[in-house]
């Protein structure tokens, strides 16, 4: 009965913002109820899908990085040394300014990135180009005092899985090249979620503080507003410059570094979560399911056949290295559907005497709903081969649902009517003043200038009427 009352109540997707509140806490992801405001509490089950996440981002940079760790804290003299830095993120430090009831000598930062921790120590380790490039990334926590409206996994003061890479190169062209590799791996990771991604170039007024230049990728929430989900930055050799990052190149002369850096966070998560969850829940790729697969025994009166058939499935899955569990507990069988949905498991197993007089058991897949009875002989085949698809049906849907909400508009008006299903393409003159106007007119957000858009690009900008020679993503923006 308890079930069935939290069944109506379960907000449909339609209502985004109270959907998605609900699902942390019935899909116990996070706990929002920690006392300080944009912190929150990982639950064990969310905790495990942050595991099965951050593996696959993992493994895609340990293929050319080294992963390293730094410390949390970072003197002031350190964070005061890069100016547009500073600028950048002086209204969101946290400082900490005591030891026990003693002021300290040097006030320490909390990191909000960690530039500044990481550049000083680059300075000792980088001497001679045969050192480049060279490619560290941490998973950290880091902390910004954000004053916009905080949320769980999209806008943190403590941003509990920040992965950030800093990388040195010889030159600024190398650095170039690596800010490209960043993005592909972040598209390939995000493939890997099930979620398409738009790279595009920020416009300057939008760069992250310090670089030459910034790309940055955008998933399409459900409620038509983009989320900034990773960022690669250029930093020149500005940095270098600040931190004296130098190296002896062969002729034996000393020349500064070039350098990039590029990060994800738990947003990766919520827009996971945002994109694939339906009005039952969690539905989840396979790769990244806690549990991949559930038993559910159909029991009448005597189960102990039906108990072993399930406890044989277990085990052939399991031993294929599949993640299955049997949910042989005393609630009704519906309930354990509820429950299993809710939680994104991407396929339900059942078995009762009727499947095993066929020597066969039904298998539901969680994201379509379809229901195939399958012969117990092949079951681990049979399973592995819904995996590959279901990963594949979520991505397609998710392109097309993407594609089905970039709108190409020529008049400020026409995207001001597009605005709240989606993106819209926009020709732009290049000048910031417009672009400015445009933001404040429309009330939205430029991304940026689409990466590997076609180079004839002819149209007005809707502001100036002037020849456009980029167009822009335009969209309402978390
Ligand atoms: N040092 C660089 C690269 S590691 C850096 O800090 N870049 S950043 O500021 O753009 O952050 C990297 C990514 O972290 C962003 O693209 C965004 O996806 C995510 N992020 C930034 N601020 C927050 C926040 N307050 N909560 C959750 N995620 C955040
Ligand atoms: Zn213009």
Known sequence: MAEQEKEASFPAKENFSEWYNELLRTAEIMDVRYPVKGLYVWHPFGFSIRKNVYAIIRELLDKDHQETLFPLLIPEHE???????????EEEVYWVTHGGTNPLDVKLALRPT????????????????????LKLYQIVNTFRYETKHTRPLIRLREITSFKEAHTVHATWDDAAA????????????YRQLGIPVLPSKRPDWDKFPGADYTIAVDALMPDGKTLQVGTAHHLGDSFAKTFDITYEDPEGEQILAHQTCYGISERSIASMI???????????????????????PIIFKD???????CENVRSTLGSAGIRVKIDDGDNRPGAKYYKWEMKGVPIRIEIGPRDLKNNAAMVVRRDTGNKEQIPLDNIKNEILERFD?????????????VQSRIFDCETLDEVREKLPQGIARVHWCGVKECGLKLEEDIGAGILGIPTGQDENVTGKCPVCGADATTRVYVARTY
């Open 114 to 133: 960690s530039e500044t921790a990481i550049y000083p120590m680059y300075k000792l380790w980088v001497r001679s180009h045969a050192d480049l490039p």
């Open 274 to 296: 945002s994109i694939h969850g339906d009005d039952k829940g969690l539905v989840l790729p396979p790769q990244i399911a806690p549990i991949q697969v559930v038993i559910i």
């Open 389 to 401: 698809n279901i990963h594949a049906d979520l991505l397609a849907k998710a392109e097309d649902e």
């Open 303 to 309: 189960g102990t056949e039906v108990l072993e058939a």
């Open 79 to 89: 964070f005061m040394k890069e100016a547009e830095h500073i600028k950048g993120f």
């Open 178 to 189: 690596q800010v490209d590799e960043a993005i592909r791996i972040y598209i390939e990771f």
